[in-house]
């Protein structure tokens, strides 16, 4: 089992910069790529940023250029660093682990970043 905790979000005007943190704990080790997803009222689940355990970071064209996701595996956690956000990007953040056979996916309960104009 996995457990994900995220932290990092808020309240910010619009242009300002987050950074979103989550925090693995328990088996650890059967992770391979980790990401964030959000999710806005009324929307579907989309996804912002996925990070390979090797490093190999992928971004939507949505967030290019904005938001860029790292990860540090000592500490099993990976970060999301969110600049020029707009109102749009309002949404509850979704921290998600897949493990390396893809057979379990665990996601952690979620952290609101709210973006005022």
């Known amino acids: 089992q996995v457990q994900l905790v995220e932290s990092g979000g808020g309240l910010v005007q619009a242009g300002g910069s987050l950074r979103l943190s989550c925090a693995a704990s328990?088996?650890?080790?059967?992770?391979?790529?980790m990401g964030w997803y959000r999710q806005a009222p009324g929307k579907q689940r989309e996804l912002v940023a996925t990070?390979?355990?090797?490093?190999?970071?992928d971004h939507p064209d949505s967030v290019k250029g904005r938001f860029t996701i790292s990860r540090d595996n000592a500490k099993n956690t990976v970060y999301l660093q969110m600049n020029s956000l707009k109102p749009e990007d309002t949404a509850m953040y979704y921290c998600?682990?897949?493990?390396?056979?893809?057979?379990?996916?665990?996601w952690g309960r979620g952290t609101q970043v709210t973006v005022s104009s």
């Open positions: 990070i390979t355990r090797r490093g190999s970071a």
């Open positions: 328990g088996t650890t080790f059967a992770i391979n790529a």
């Open positions: 998600n682990a897949v493990t390396w056979n893809n057979q379990y996916t665990y």
